[in-house]
């Protein structure tokens, strides 16, 4: 069984579109965070979030907006989608342990 | 803030060893770690180290931490093609914050 799995993995869409990603994680982990991968490879943190908190990066634009219908899943929302959001965007869970488990990935072109 | 700076490339021979180095800003890191991220794959932690030691090996992987320098390297032994990937050194206060990562160093090996 994946641990963290993203849906889907591959995303092309026009400019001004909305869409979601999805991320599920079977770990029974209490944080799930979103982290983007920009064209040059850089990963910064987007959003932290757990049963009881949010952060959000102060530097991530407020058209994206994490959702979290309960523990195990935390989709990530985004209006009006730019040019500038084509980026490799990865979910990711913890738990008071070492090691965040990583999704594999979803790769967003817009175009 | 916090800042991790890695250089960016490397190229090695096959069976030579790698050392990939690494720089953190912030003193209060508690856990270093090491990921690596194969071509259109995820992240895949590697190893990681606690702040209060100096030294961690896993076969042929060897963490060194210089705390008082905030230096943390990553050697591998008997570099084989197969790690040809990015190398993330990455922070976290604690096992529930967001890392923070390097830019990644490419590492290439050379048969």
């Known amino acids: 069984d994946t641990a963290v799995s993203q849906t889907p993995k591959y995303l092309v869409t026009q400019m001004g579109n909305d869409k979601s990603i999805k991320c599920e994680q079977n770990?029974?982990?209490?944080?799930m965070y979103w982290y983007k991968q920009d064209s040059k490879k850089f990963l910064k943190i987007m959003f932290s979030?757990?049963?009881?908190?949010?952060?959000i990066n102060e530097t991530v634009p407020n058209r994206f907006s994490p959702k979290s219908p309960d523990k195990a899943h935390l989709n990530l929302h985004i209006n009006s989608l730019e040019l500038g959001d084509s980026a490799v965007y990865f979910c990711a869970s913890s738990q008071g342990i070492i090691e965040a488990f990583f999704g594999q990935g979803t790769r967003l072109t817009v175009v | 803030g916090e800042d991790v700076e890695q250089s960016l490339f490397l190229s090695v021979r096959e069976g030579d060893s790698s050392v990939i180095n690494c720089t953190y800003t912030?003193?209060?890191?508690?856990?270093l770690y090491w990921y690596k991220q194969e071509p259109g794959a995820g992240l895949q932690l590697l190893t990681y180290i606690f702040s209060n030691m100096d030294m961690k090996q896993d076969q042929r992987l060897t963490v060194l931490l210089n705390k008082k320098d905030k230096h943390l390297s990553l050697r591998i032994a008997d570099t084989q093609t197969g790690d040809s990937a990015i190398y993330f050194c990455?922070?976290?206060?604690?096992?529930?914050?967001?890392?923070?990562f390097g830019k990644g160093t490419r590492l290439s090996v050379i048969a």
């Open positions: 770990l029974g982990h209490d944080t």
């Open positions: 912030d003193s209060s890191s508690t856990y």
């Open positions: 979030y757990n049963n009881k908190e949010l952060i």
């Open positions: 990455a922070e976290s206060i604690s096992g529930n914050t967001p890392l923070v």
